[in-house]
């Protein structure tokens, strides 16, 4: 017969024996897990939508006045040099200590990238095309739904997926405000050089980006049928 | 919160002394900078020979995806809780080798990405005419890709820079050395002001190193300089 408290310090994450892998860390921490990855894909997705809803106007209006351009491409590029680590301070004196901080800061970087992105991908409309819209009577925001967001969009969703996937791995950093999902668990672990809490939150981080990746892709063949199609034939 | 960080960046006291601001501050430059030049020996020669020969493009454009996945802050961890500790090493500091390794990486795929992408889109239509002119591989590689290839190359350089700086504060969070411990020391007790001073001078300089890295970009551009040498040259006529 063996103690309870006996079996529990002899398992692979005590801190005399301390496994970089353990499956009954696992689970026994697997709440703890669980919690902590939806608290990250929480942030990550929130944060990703608002900056494309932020920053599919801002491209439109950059793409219609080259005025502004300069300005907005300017201080978003300005925003992205910032750390993360420095820009989530900064946010605090505005959000206090609270997940709002970490998702305006997160979609401050995911703007940068969709900015960009949407501005290539509208300049990429052939004139042509654009021509013959006019010519069929299209008024502008007509044009724009209708024939250049869709002619659009293959480069909007590469963008998107660049913006998520960065976005998944710079969540962890949201560890300085106490919520960095994930990120929360790696700052622990280093406390107590928690080997298995490592190790495990850092592959769900990967994993969790290579998942979202997959969705998106996965949205933009239904979305854009006709890229891949064009492809496989 | 805004008045306690500029109280505490006025305070001469908390840049001066071993563990001042500005020591921290000197301290991560050395690690970025040291990071980046180590990270240009390996990554250019081998990029921009296999952007010559037209070889290896699936990895080197796939070294940047797989980059971007992986959290700078785990790796970070992971050096330190694992093999490399967090010794001080000489000048960089406490857990210097490990963080040094980490920037190092994460300064890889920008540099091997841009240099390749720009010896592989110098225009063919050149390439072919050097080629017809008897340039030697070696005459094509140095007087004519690499030349086309310095903006690429130099703008892979600035976005390097960008992240080396960016993660050498993340260091912090494990220990490391730099200007981050300002920021987490600041949080950690919730001195907001301090963290607060620490974030501002930690985002000042990144904004100086981008905006530096953007000039002297222009100004090492060659095609730019054979421009501005010809300008001058009309000027003097």
Not at chain 1, 22 to 36: E, G, K
Not at chain 2, 18 to 33: H, I
Not at chain 2, 128 to 136: D, H, N, Q, R, V
Request: charged share 10%.
């Amino acid at each position: 017969m063996t103690l309870p408290a006996l079996e529990s310090t002899s398992s692979c994450y005590s801190l005399y024996v301390n496994h970089w892998f353990c499956t009954s860390y696992l689970r026994d921490y697997q709440d703890q897990l669980v919690s902590a990855t939806k608290q990250h894909a929480e942030i990550t997705v929130i944060s990703v939508l608002v900056g494309l809803v932020v920053a599919l106007p801002l491209a439109v209006v950059a793409r219609r006045l080259p005025r502004l351009e300069t300005t907005i491409l300017g201080a978003s590029t300005i925003v992205y040099t910032i750390p993360s680590l420095a820009l989530f301070p900064l946010l605090v004196p505005f959000t206090g200590i609270s997940e709002k901080t970490v998702i305006i800061g997160l979609a401050l970087y995911s703007l940068t990238i969709l900015v960009r992105n949407t501005l290539a991908g509208l300049r990429g409309v052939p004139d042509d095309v654009r021509e013959s819209a006019v010519g069929m009577g299209y008024a502008p925001t007509r044009m724009l739904f209708t024939v250049e967001i869709p002619l659009a969009l293959p480069v909007i969703m590469a963008g998107l997926r660049v913006a998520t996937v960065s976005t998944v791995a710079l969540t962890t950093i949201g560890s300085i405000v106490s919520y960095g999902g994930l990120g929360n668990l790696l700052a622990q672990g280093v406390q107590e050089s928690f080997k298995a809490q490592i190790f495990a939150a850092s592959v769900l981080c990967v994993l969790l980006a290579f998942v979202l990746d997959l969705v998106i892709l996965l949205a933009q063949r239904v979305l854009t049928p006709w890229t891949w199609k064009a492809r496989t034939r | 919160m805004i008045g306690d960080a500029f109280g505490y960046l006025l305070d001469g006291a908390h840049w001066s002394g071993s563990d001042g601001m500005l020591v921290e501050l000197g301290q991560q430059l050395l690690l970025t900078f040291t990071a980046l030049l180590l990270a240009a020996v390996v990554a250019l020669p081998a990029a921009l020979v296999l952007g010559h020969l037209g070889r290896g493009g699936f990895l080197a454009i796939n070294v940047s995806n797989v980059g971007r996945a992986i959290p700078t802050f785990a790796v970070l961890i992971l050096l330190s809780v694992g093999p490399l500790g967090t010794a001080v090493l000489g000048p960089f500091g406490r857990a210097g080798l490990a963080t040094l390794v980490a920037l190092t990486l994460f300064a890889l795929p920008p540099l091997i990405t841009n240099s390749y992408v720009g010896m592989t889109e110098v225009d063919r239509d050149t390439v072919e005419a050097a080629k017809g002119m008897g340039m030697t591989g070696s005459q094509l590689f140095f007087s004519v890709e690499l030349p086309l290839a310095t903006p690429l190359i130099l703008t892979g350089l600035r976005l390097a820079l960008v992240q080396v700086w960016a993660t050498a504060t993340i260091a912090a969070l494990v220990a490391g050395p730099g200007l981050g411990n300002v920021i987490t020391a600041g949080f950690y007790r919730s001195d907001y002001g301090k963290g607060l001073a620490g974030a501002i001078v930690v985002a000042a300089v990144a904004i100086v190193l981008e905006v530096t890295a953007a000039l002297s970009e222009r100004y090492a551009d060659p095609l730019v300089r054979v421009q501005r040498r010809q300008r001058a040259m009309v000027a003097v006529a």
